[in-house]
Protein backbone atom coordinates (compact mmCIF):
# COMPACT_ATOMS: atom_id res chain seq x y z
CA UNK A 1 0.00 0.00 0.00
CA UNK A 2 1.16 3.31 -0.99
CA UNK A 3 2.77 5.81 1.65
CA UNK A 4 1.43 8.95 2.85
CA UNK A 5 2.94 12.21 3.20
CA UNK A 6 1.89 15.86 4.15
CA UNK A 7 2.14 18.14 1.24
CA UNK A 8 1.39 21.25 2.95
CA UNK A 9 0.10 22.86 6.14
CA UNK A 10 -1.59 26.02 6.93
CA UNK A 11 -2.83 28.06 9.95
CA UNK A 12 -4.29 31.42 10.72
CA UNK A 13 -3.45 33.56 13.17
CA UNK A 14 -5.20 32.83 16.53
CA UNK A 15 -6.76 35.39 18.08
CA UNK A 16 -9.22 36.01 20.76
CA UNK A 17 -12.11 37.67 18.69
CA UNK A 18 -11.42 37.32 15.08
CA UNK A 19 -14.20 39.32 13.27
CA UNK A 20 -14.55 36.87 10.81
CA UNK A 21 -17.22 34.60 9.92
CA UNK A 22 -16.01 30.89 10.10
CA UNK A 23 -16.11 30.20 6.36
CA UNK A 24 -13.55 33.53 6.19
CA UNK A 25 -11.52 31.62 8.97
CA UNK A 26 -11.48 28.45 7.47
CA UNK A 27 -10.05 29.82 4.00
CA UNK A 28 -6.97 31.96 6.58
CA UNK A 29 -5.49 28.44 6.88
CA UNK A 30 -6.20 26.70 3.27
CA UNK A 31 -4.76 30.15 1.75
CA UNK A 32 -1.75 29.63 3.62
CA UNK A 33 -1.84 25.66 3.22
CA UNK A 34 -2.29 26.30 -1.09
CA UNK A 35 0.48 28.88 -1.26
CA UNK A 36 3.19 27.89 -3.73
CA UNK A 37 1.67 24.86 -4.61
CA UNK A 38 0.84 24.22 -8.40
CA UNK A 39 -2.31 22.84 -7.45
CA UNK A 40 -5.85 23.66 -7.94
CA UNK A 41 -9.20 23.33 -5.57
CA UNK A 42 -9.58 20.36 -8.07
CA UNK A 43 -6.73 18.17 -7.02
CA UNK A 44 -8.29 17.74 -3.55
CA UNK A 45 -10.38 14.37 -3.74
CA UNK A 46 -12.16 15.22 -0.19
CA UNK A 47 -12.25 17.30 2.55
CA UNK A 48 -12.44 16.62 5.98
CA UNK A 49 -13.80 19.41 8.25
CA UNK A 50 -13.09 19.59 11.91
CA UNK A 51 -14.35 21.64 15.43
CA UNK A 52 -16.08 20.65 18.52
CA UNK A 53 -20.10 21.38 17.81
CA UNK A 54 -21.74 24.43 19.36
CA UNK A 55 -19.74 27.41 20.01
CA UNK A 56 -20.65 29.43 16.96
CA UNK A 57 -24.65 28.87 15.31
CA UNK A 58 -24.07 27.08 11.95
CA UNK A 59 -24.89 23.38 11.90
CA UNK A 60 -23.17 21.06 9.90
CA UNK A 61 -20.03 22.90 8.76
CA UNK A 62 -18.20 20.74 6.29
CA UNK A 63 -21.12 21.78 3.29
CA UNK A 64 -20.62 25.63 4.47
CA UNK A 65 -16.81 25.71 4.08
CA UNK A 66 -16.45 23.00 1.64
CA UNK A 67 -18.64 25.28 -0.76
CA UNK A 68 -17.00 28.67 0.34
CA UNK A 69 -13.38 27.02 -0.43
CA UNK A 70 -14.80 25.68 -4.31
CA UNK A 71 -13.97 22.31 -2.91
CA UNK A 72 -17.53 21.05 -3.89
CA UNK A 73 -18.80 18.67 -5.89
CA UNK A 74 -16.07 16.33 -3.66
CA UNK A 75 -17.15 14.72 -0.62
CA UNK A 76 -16.44 16.66 2.82
CA UNK A 77 -17.66 15.73 6.31
CA UNK A 78 -17.16 16.31 9.39
CA UNK A 79 -14.96 14.85 12.22
CA UNK A 80 -15.11 15.70 16.10
CA UNK A 81 -13.04 14.27 19.27
CA UNK A 82 -13.07 17.95 21.00
CA UNK A 83 -9.91 19.27 21.48
CA UNK A 84 -8.26 16.78 19.05
CA UNK A 85 -10.91 16.85 16.33
CA UNK A 86 -7.77 17.77 13.66
CA UNK A 87 -5.27 14.99 14.61
CA UNK A 88 -8.07 12.72 14.72
CA UNK A 89 -9.29 14.39 11.06
CA UNK A 90 -5.52 13.45 9.69
CA UNK A 91 -5.79 9.99 10.73
CA UNK A 92 -9.35 9.46 9.42
CA UNK A 93 -7.05 11.09 6.02
CA UNK A 94 -4.39 9.03 6.36
CA UNK A 95 -6.80 5.74 5.98
CA UNK A 96 -8.30 7.42 3.26
CA UNK A 97 -5.30 7.91 1.15
CA UNK A 98 -3.60 4.85 2.46
CA UNK A 99 -6.97 2.66 1.35
CA UNK A 100 -6.72 4.02 -2.56
CA UNK A 101 -9.98 5.60 -1.87
CA UNK A 102 -8.32 9.26 -2.67
CA UNK A 103 -5.30 10.68 -3.39
CA UNK A 104 -5.65 14.33 -1.45
CA UNK A 105 -7.44 14.76 1.22
CA UNK A 106 -7.64 18.16 3.22
CA UNK A 107 -7.96 18.45 6.96
CA UNK A 108 -9.58 21.65 8.01
CA UNK A 109 -9.90 22.68 11.18
CA UNK A 110 -11.77 25.67 12.91
CA UNK A 111 -12.93 27.02 15.95
CA UNK A 112 -14.70 30.49 17.03
CA UNK A 113 -14.91 30.67 20.18
CA UNK A 114 -15.27 34.65 20.48
CA UNK A 115 -19.49 33.79 19.89
CA UNK A 116 -19.73 33.08 23.55
CA UNK A 117 -18.32 34.48 27.11
CA UNK A 118 -15.47 32.95 28.69
CA UNK A 119 -17.89 31.75 31.03
CA UNK A 120 -20.46 30.57 28.40
CA UNK A 121 -17.48 28.97 26.66
CA UNK A 122 -16.44 27.02 30.14
CA UNK A 123 -20.07 25.87 30.94
CA UNK A 124 -20.31 24.42 26.65
CA UNK A 125 -16.88 22.78 27.61
CA UNK A 126 -17.79 21.18 30.52
CA UNK A 127 -20.11 19.56 28.48
CA UNK A 128 -17.34 17.63 26.77
CA UNK A 129 -17.23 15.85 30.04
CA UNK A 130 -20.39 13.27 31.17
CA UNK A 131 -22.96 15.81 31.73
CA UNK A 132 -25.15 13.93 34.26
CA UNK A 133 -22.75 12.45 36.73
CA UNK A 134 -19.73 15.12 36.53
CA UNK A 135 -19.75 18.17 34.78
CA UNK A 136 -23.15 19.49 36.16
CA UNK A 137 -21.12 19.90 39.37
CA UNK A 138 -18.57 21.48 38.74
CA UNK A 139 -16.37 19.71 36.72
CA UNK A 140 -14.97 22.28 33.96
CA UNK A 141 -11.30 21.28 32.00
CA UNK A 142 -9.67 23.18 34.83
CA UNK A 143 -11.24 21.78 36.96
CA UNK A 144 -10.45 18.27 35.94
CA UNK A 145 -6.95 18.67 34.83
CA UNK A 146 -6.43 20.45 38.63
CA UNK A 147 -7.16 16.79 40.01
CA UNK A 148 -4.64 15.39 37.61
CA UNK A 149 -2.13 18.45 38.97
CA UNK A 150 -3.36 17.79 42.87
CA UNK A 151 -2.71 14.14 41.89
CA UNK A 152 1.11 15.08 40.43
CA UNK A 153 1.71 16.83 43.47
CA UNK A 154 0.82 14.41 46.17
CA UNK A 155 2.54 11.62 44.39
CA UNK A 156 5.63 12.58 43.27
CA UNK A 157 6.13 16.41 44.87
CA UNK A 158 5.52 18.21 42.10
CA UNK A 159 4.92 21.94 43.11
CA UNK A 160 3.59 25.09 41.62
CA UNK A 161 7.00 26.34 40.72
CA UNK A 162 7.21 23.48 38.37
CA UNK A 163 4.49 24.06 36.83
CA UNK A 164 4.96 27.93 36.54
CA UNK A 165 8.36 27.11 34.79
CA UNK A 166 6.29 25.24 31.99
CA UNK A 167 4.68 28.93 30.89
CA UNK A 168 7.70 30.63 31.63
CA UNK A 169 9.17 28.51 28.70
CA UNK A 170 6.29 28.67 26.59
CA UNK A 171 5.60 32.40 26.49
CA UNK A 172 9.45 32.75 25.43
CA UNK A 173 8.93 31.01 22.44
CA UNK A 174 5.17 32.50 21.91
CA UNK A 175 6.36 36.17 21.94
CA UNK A 176 8.53 34.97 18.80
CA UNK A 177 5.29 33.07 17.30
CA UNK A 178 3.60 36.01 15.16
CA UNK A 179 0.47 33.45 14.74
CA UNK A 180 -0.01 33.67 18.56
CA UNK A 181 -2.30 34.73 20.82
CA UNK A 182 -0.23 36.01 23.53
CA UNK A 183 3.40 37.08 22.51
CA UNK A 184 4.56 38.13 25.80
CA UNK A 185 6.96 36.82 28.27
CA UNK A 186 6.03 35.86 31.30
CA UNK A 187 8.23 36.06 34.22
CA UNK A 188 7.93 33.14 37.56
CA UNK A 189 6.63 35.75 39.49
CA UNK A 190 4.06 36.84 37.34
CA UNK A 191 2.45 33.54 36.66
CA UNK A 192 2.59 32.53 40.46
CA UNK A 193 0.54 35.54 41.44
CA UNK A 194 -2.28 35.35 38.53
CA UNK A 195 -5.50 34.48 40.11
CA UNK A 196 -6.61 31.26 41.34
CA UNK A 197 -8.59 29.59 38.59
CA UNK A 198 -8.81 26.30 40.01
CA UNK A 199 -6.03 25.24 42.88
CA UNK A 200 -3.46 24.69 42.32
CA UNK A 201 -3.76 25.44 38.70
CA UNK A 202 -3.67 29.91 38.20
CA UNK A 203 -4.46 32.44 35.34
CA UNK A 204 -1.31 31.42 33.79
CA UNK A 205 -1.37 27.85 34.03
CA UNK A 206 -4.63 27.92 31.43
CA UNK A 207 -4.80 28.25 28.15
CA UNK A 208 -7.10 31.06 26.54
CA UNK A 209 -10.24 30.45 24.06
CA UNK A 210 -9.43 31.52 20.87
CA UNK A 211 -10.67 31.98 17.35
CA UNK A 212 -8.18 30.26 14.95
CA UNK A 213 -8.43 27.71 11.95
CA UNK A 214 -6.21 25.19 10.22
CA UNK A 215 -5.54 23.06 7.40
CA UNK A 216 -3.31 19.85 6.33
CA UNK A 217 -3.27 18.58 2.99
CA UNK A 218 -2.38 15.48 2.85
CA UNK A 219 -1.57 12.72 -0.36
CA UNK A 220 -0.38 9.33 -1.54
CA UNK A 221 3.38 9.25 -1.36
CA UNK A 222 4.09 9.80 -5.44
CA UNK A 223 1.75 12.40 -6.00
CA UNK A 224 2.90 14.15 -3.08
CA UNK A 225 6.30 13.65 -4.64
CA UNK A 226 4.96 15.09 -7.53
CA UNK A 227 3.99 18.66 -5.91
CA UNK A 228 6.93 19.09 -3.01
CA UNK A 229 10.69 18.22 -3.01
CA UNK A 230 9.62 18.45 1.23
CA UNK A 231 7.26 15.84 1.59
CA UNK A 232 6.58 15.23 5.75
CA UNK A 233 5.92 11.26 5.94
CA UNK A 234 3.42 9.64 8.64
CA UNK A 235 5.16 7.17 9.72
CA UNK A 236 3.28 6.30 13.18
CA UNK A 237 -0.06 6.85 14.38
CA UNK A 238 -1.76 6.21 17.45
CA UNK A 239 -5.56 6.67 18.87
CA UNK A 240 -6.83 5.89 22.42
CA UNK A 241 -9.92 6.77 24.38
CA UNK A 242 -10.27 6.48 27.67
CA UNK A 243 -13.35 6.56 29.87
CA UNK A 244 -15.36 9.67 30.00
CA UNK A 245 -15.98 9.90 33.21
CA UNK A 246 -13.44 11.17 35.65
CA UNK A 247 -14.47 8.51 38.80
CA UNK A 248 -13.85 6.16 35.81
CA UNK A 249 -9.79 6.75 35.07
CA UNK A 250 -7.25 4.19 36.96
CA UNK A 251 -4.44 6.49 36.73
CA UNK A 252 -4.58 10.72 37.90
CA UNK A 253 -1.01 10.85 37.77
CA UNK A 254 -1.12 10.30 33.70
CA UNK A 255 -3.15 10.28 30.70
CA UNK A 256 -3.83 6.73 29.71
CA UNK A 257 -5.65 7.58 26.28
CA UNK A 258 -1.92 9.27 25.71
CA UNK A 259 0.08 6.22 27.09
CA UNK A 260 -1.56 4.06 24.84
CA UNK A 261 -1.57 6.32 22.06
CA UNK A 262 1.88 6.51 21.97
CA UNK A 263 2.89 3.07 22.31
CA UNK A 264 1.11 2.47 19.15
CA UNK A 265 2.48 5.31 17.46
CA UNK A 266 6.04 4.11 18.24
CA UNK A 267 4.84 0.54 17.43
CA UNK A 268 3.78 1.64 13.89
CA UNK A 269 6.99 4.06 13.37
CA UNK A 270 9.64 1.77 14.69
CA UNK A 271 10.80 4.38 17.00
CA UNK A 272 11.89 4.98 20.13
CA UNK A 273 10.99 8.45 22.40
CA UNK A 274 14.75 8.63 22.36
CA UNK A 275 14.24 9.18 18.47
CA UNK A 276 12.37 12.33 18.67
CA UNK A 277 13.66 15.23 17.65
CA UNK A 278 11.17 17.98 18.68
CA UNK A 279 7.61 17.59 19.69
CA UNK A 280 4.46 19.37 19.72
CA UNK A 281 2.45 18.18 23.07
CA UNK A 282 -0.96 19.43 24.39
CA UNK A 283 -0.28 21.88 27.13
CA UNK A 284 -3.98 23.19 27.28
CA UNK A 285 -2.76 23.63 31.60
CA UNK A 286 0.96 23.87 32.43
CA UNK A 287 0.67 20.28 34.49
CA UNK A 288 -0.57 18.90 31.00
CA UNK A 289 2.97 19.22 29.44
CA UNK A 290 4.34 17.66 32.41
CA UNK A 291 2.06 14.68 32.25
CA UNK A 292 2.92 14.34 28.14
CA UNK A 293 6.53 14.00 29.38
CA UNK A 294 6.02 10.97 30.95
CA UNK A 295 3.36 9.58 28.97
CA UNK A 296 5.03 9.86 25.87
CA UNK A 297 8.15 8.09 27.27
CA UNK A 298 10.50 11.02 27.41
CA UNK A 299 10.35 11.10 31.35
CA UNK A 300 10.01 8.00 33.65
CA UNK A 301 6.89 8.45 35.86
CA UNK A 302 7.23 11.23 38.12
CA UNK A 303 10.64 12.39 36.65
CA UNK A 304 9.11 15.10 33.93
CA UNK A 305 9.73 18.56 36.27
CA UNK A 306 13.47 17.02 35.81
CA UNK A 307 13.17 18.04 31.96
CA UNK A 308 12.04 21.50 32.73
CA UNK A 309 14.44 21.83 35.69
CA UNK A 310 17.05 21.45 33.26
CA UNK A 311 15.47 22.94 30.68
CA UNK A 312 15.86 20.00 28.04
CA UNK A 313 12.83 21.17 26.14
CA UNK A 314 13.91 23.70 25.53
CA UNK A 315 15.19 24.37 21.51
CA UNK A 316 18.57 23.25 22.65
CA UNK A 317 17.93 20.55 24.84
CA UNK A 318 17.61 16.77 24.64
CA UNK A 319 13.89 16.60 23.61
CA UNK A 320 12.49 20.63 22.93
CA UNK A 321 8.92 20.53 23.49
CA UNK A 322 6.50 23.15 22.63
CA UNK A 323 9.04 25.58 20.84
CA UNK A 324 6.32 27.55 19.01
CA UNK A 325 4.71 28.44 22.69
CA UNK A 326 1.85 25.79 22.50
CA UNK A 327 -1.06 25.86 23.51
CA UNK A 328 -0.59 28.09 26.53
CA UNK A 329 0.94 31.37 23.89
CA UNK A 330 -1.14 30.60 20.63
CA UNK A 331 -4.32 29.94 22.70
CA UNK A 332 -6.73 26.93 22.12
CA UNK A 333 -9.12 27.34 19.26
CA UNK A 334 -10.44 23.64 19.98
CA UNK A 335 -10.72 22.04 16.27
CA UNK A 336 -7.66 23.99 14.92
CA UNK A 337 -5.14 22.97 17.67
CA UNK A 338 -4.30 19.48 15.92
CA UNK A 339 -3.14 21.16 12.81
CA UNK A 340 -1.30 24.18 14.06
CA UNK A 341 0.42 21.64 16.16
CA UNK A 342 1.35 19.35 12.70
CA UNK A 343 2.08 22.50 11.05
CA UNK A 344 4.69 23.37 13.40
CA UNK A 345 6.25 20.05 13.30
CA UNK A 346 6.03 20.52 9.14
CA UNK A 347 8.03 23.39 9.40
CA UNK A 348 10.77 22.00 12.19
CA UNK A 349 10.81 19.14 9.55
CA UNK A 350 11.53 21.23 6.97
CA UNK A 351 13.98 23.37 8.90
CA UNK A 352 11.45 26.51 7.70
CA UNK A 353 10.62 27.39 11.70
CA UNK A 354 10.54 30.91 11.57
CA UNK A 355 10.41 30.55 15.33
CA UNK A 356 13.00 28.48 17.08
CA UNK A 357 14.32 26.49 14.54
CA UNK A 358 15.65 23.11 16.25
CA UNK A 359 18.87 22.04 14.30
CA UNK A 360 18.77 19.15 12.14
CA UNK A 361 15.61 18.25 12.78
CA UNK A 362 14.59 15.03 10.83
CA UNK A 363 11.77 13.32 13.34
CA UNK A 364 8.95 14.86 15.01
CA UNK A 365 5.85 13.91 17.40
CA UNK A 366 2.45 15.08 17.83
CA UNK A 367 0.68 14.78 21.26
CA UNK A 368 -3.23 16.11 20.87
CA UNK A 369 -5.86 15.14 23.54
CA UNK A 370 -9.25 15.80 23.14
CA UNK A 371 -11.95 16.58 26.15
CA UNK A 372 -11.26 16.17 29.63
CA UNK A 373 -8.28 13.51 29.05
CA UNK A 374 -10.70 10.56 27.00
CA UNK A 375 -9.36 11.03 23.16
CA UNK A 376 -5.36 10.32 22.83
CA UNK A 377 -3.74 11.38 19.62
CA UNK A 378 -0.09 10.52 18.88
CA UNK A 379 1.24 11.42 15.54
CA UNK A 380 4.83 10.81 14.14
CA UNK A 381 6.25 12.39 11.42
CA UNK A 382 9.43 12.14 9.21
CA UNK A 383 11.32 15.02 6.63
C1 LIG B 1 -8.30 30.70 32.55
C2 LIG B 1 -9.68 31.21 32.21
C3 LIG B 1 -10.72 30.60 33.17
C4 LIG B 1 -9.68 32.72 32.33
O1 LIG B 1 -10.96 33.14 32.02
P1 LIG B 1 -11.51 34.57 32.52
O2 LIG B 1 -10.98 34.85 33.87
O3 LIG B 1 -12.96 34.55 32.28
O4 LIG B 1 -10.75 35.51 31.58
P2 LIG B 1 -11.31 36.22 30.26
O5 LIG B 1 -11.44 35.17 29.19
O6 LIG B 1 -12.51 37.03 30.58
O7 LIG B 1 -10.10 37.19 29.97
C5 LIG B 1 -9.71 38.21 30.87
C6 LIG B 1 -8.35 38.69 30.47
O8 LIG B 1 -7.35 37.71 30.79
C7 LIG B 1 -6.64 37.31 29.62
N1 LIG B 1 -6.47 35.86 29.68
C8 LIG B 1 -7.45 34.96 29.87
N2 LIG B 1 -6.91 33.73 29.90
C9 LIG B 1 -5.58 33.88 29.73
C10 LIG B 1 -4.51 33.00 29.67
N3 LIG B 1 -4.70 31.70 29.80
N4 LIG B 1 -3.28 33.49 29.47
C11 LIG B 1 -3.07 34.82 29.33
N5 LIG B 1 -4.07 35.72 29.42
C12 LIG B 1 -5.30 35.25 29.61
C13 LIG B 1 -7.54 37.68 28.47
O9 LIG B 1 -6.82 37.98 27.27
C14 LIG B 1 -8.21 38.92 28.97
O10 LIG B 1 -7.37 40.03 28.81
P3 LIG B 1 -7.90 41.33 28.06
O11 LIG B 1 -9.08 41.75 28.87
O12 LIG B 1 -6.73 42.25 28.10
O13 LIG B 1 -8.25 40.83 26.70
C15 LIG B 1 -10.07 30.82 30.75
O14 LIG B 1 -9.08 31.36 29.89
C16 LIG B 1 -10.17 29.33 30.56
O15 LIG B 1 -11.21 28.72 30.87
N6 LIG B 1 -9.12 28.66 30.05
C17 LIG B 1 -9.13 27.22 29.83
C18 LIG B 1 -9.75 26.89 28.50
C19 LIG B 1 -9.97 25.41 28.39
O16 LIG B 1 -10.39 24.74 29.31
N7 LIG B 1 -9.72 24.85 27.21
C20 LIG B 1 -9.84 23.43 26.97
C21 LIG B 1 -8.69 22.73 27.56
S1 LIG B 1 -8.78 21.01 27.41
Known sequence: MADVAIVSAGQSVFTRSCGESIRELAFEAFKEALEGLDITTGDIDASIICSAPEYDKQRSPAGLISEYLELTPKPSFYVETVCSSSSTGLRVAWSLVKSGLHKMVAVIGFQKMSELSSRDAAERMGRGADIIWESPFGLTMPAGYAMYAQAHM???????????????????????????TYRKELSLEDILNSEVITSPLKKF???????????????????????????IWIVGLGAATDTMTMAGRELLTGLKCAQEAARQAYKMA?????DIDVAEVHDCFTVSEILAYEDLGFA???????LIEDKETYADGTIPVNVDGGLLSKGHPIGATGGSQIRTIVRQLRGEATEAQVKGAEIGLVHNI???GQYGNVTILRR
Request: aromatic share 2%; proline share 6%; net charge positive.
Open 154 to 180: DKYGTTEEHLAKVRVKNSHYGATNPKA
Open 300 to 306: KPGEGVG
Open 270 to 274: RLKPQ
Open 370 to 372: GGI
Open 205 to 231: DCCANADGSSCIIVARGDVAKGITDKP
